[in-house]
């Protein structure tokens, strides 16, 4: 009887590897991809705002 019950632990172990591995994968995936669109943005905002790029510095030569 003590066989089935550390089989059966074992097993719920394994299983229930995939699900944490889910819950912390996860929120981190969106926490990237959220602020990778954020700093874009800024970057697209501040191109925007600063007059004089330096490629028009090159496009005079």
Request: with cysteine; glycine share 6%.
């Amino acid at each position: 009887m003590k066989k089935i019950h550390f089989i059966v632990i074992i097993a719920s172990v394994f299983l229930l590897q995939a699900c944490v591995h889910k819950i912390v994968t996860v929120p981190a995936k969106v926490a990237y991809k959220t602020t990778k669109g954020v700093v874009k943005g800024t970057v697209a905002v501040g191109k925007a705002i600063i007059p004089g790029d330096s490629d028009d510095d090159k496009k005079d030569d």
